[in-house]
T-cell receptor
Framework: DTGVSQDPRHKITKRGQNVTFRCDPI?????LYWYRQTLGQGPEFLTY????????KSRLLSDRFSAERPKGSFSTLEIQRTEQGDSAMYLC??????????FGPGTRLTVL | GQQVMQIPQYQHVQEGEDFTTYCNSS?????IQWYKQRPGGHPVFLIQ?????EVKKQKRLTFQFGEAKKNSSLHITATQTTDVGTYFCAGLSGANNLFFGTGTRLTIIP
C-alpha cells in the first residue's frame, strides 16, 4: 500500500492524559500536513512540514499540541493534557510540489 | 482571517437531477481545490483550478473558478448514487495551508 497511513485509527483516552498519533506519508512526498475535523465541519489546518522543517502552525493551535517530523519522513502529533474539546478526527495529508493533497484515514480521538 | 464559505450546506436530489455547490472566499485565492469525502471516509482530491475564469470537466463534473479568483463552483450533471458524499472546496491564498470550506453534503434519493 503506497497511500498515507495513520496509527492508531481510534484512540479513547481520559481527560488530562497525553496522546500521540503517527502519520506515514507517501514516500516521495516532502510536504506533510495535519488537520483536525469535527462532525459536520471541513478539515481545519493545524500545521505543515516541508521535509523536517515545521513551516507553519495554526494560531488556533494551543501549546498543548506539538508535532514533529524528525527525519523528514513520518510525523507525530502529540496532545498533552487532553480536554474533551480535543475530541475530533485528526487527519494527516501529504503532497509533492503540485499541492494536491493525499489524505490518510485519520485517527479518531475521543476524550472522556 | 481567511474564510471559505460554501452553500448550500445540504442538498437532497432525486437520482438523475443536477447538483451545484458554490464556494466563496473572503480573500483572493492563488488556487482552489475540490475534495470529496464519502461518509466515514477521508477527503479525496478531485481537481485544482489555478487560472482566473478556468473551467475544467471530469465526466459529469464541471468545475469553475471565478474571474476574481474569489469564488468557485462544482456542478454535477445527472447525479448517481455514487455521487453521495460531502464536497469541500479548499483555497490556497499564497501560503501553503489550505482553508477548507464548510462543505456541501449531497444525498441522493433513488
Amino acid at each position: 500500500d503506497t497511500g498515507v497511513s495513520q496509527d492508531p485509527r481510534h484512540k479513547i483516552t481520559k481527560r488530562g492524559q497525553n496522546v500521540t498519533f503517527r502519520c506515514d506519508p507517501i514516500s516521495e512526498h516532502n510536504r506533510l500536513y495535519w488537520y483536525r475535523q469535527t462532525l459536520g465541519q471541513g478539515p481545519e489546518f493545524l500545521t505543515y512540514f516541508q521535509n523536517e522543517a515545521q513551516l507553519e502552525k495554526s494560531r488556533l493551535l494551543s501549546d498543548r499540541f506539538s508535532a514533529e517530523r524528525p527525519k523528514g519522513s513520518f510525523s507525530t502529533l502529540e496532545i498533552q493534557r487532553t480536554e474533551q474539546g480535543d475530541s475530533a478526527m485528526y487527519l494527516c495529508a501529504s503532497s509533492s510540489l503540485f499541492n494536491e493533497q493525499f489524505f490518510g484515514p485519520g485517527t479518531r480521538l475521543t476524550v472522556l | 482571517g481567511q474564510q471559505v464559505m460554501q452553500i448550500p450546506q445540504y442538498q437532497h436530489v432525486q437520482e438523475g437531477e443536477d447538483f451545484t455547490t458554490y464556494c466563496n472566499s473572503s480573500t483572493t485565492l492563488s488556487n482552489i481545490q475540490w475534495y470529496k469525502q464519502r461518509p466515514g471516509g477521508h477527503p479525496v482530491f478531485l481537481i485544482q483550478l489555478v487560472k482566473s475564469g478556468e473551467v475544467k470537466k471530469q465526466k459529469r463534473l464541471t468545475f469553475q473558478f471565478g474571474e476574481a479568483k474569489k469564488n468557485s463552483s462544482l456542478h454535477i450533471t445527472a447525479t448517481q448514487t455514487t455521487d453521495v458524499g460531502t464536497y469541500f472546496c479548499a483555497g490556497l491564498s499564497g501560503a501553503n495551508n489550505l482553508f477548507f470550506g464548510t462543505g456541501t453534503r449531497l444525498t441522493i434519493i433513488p
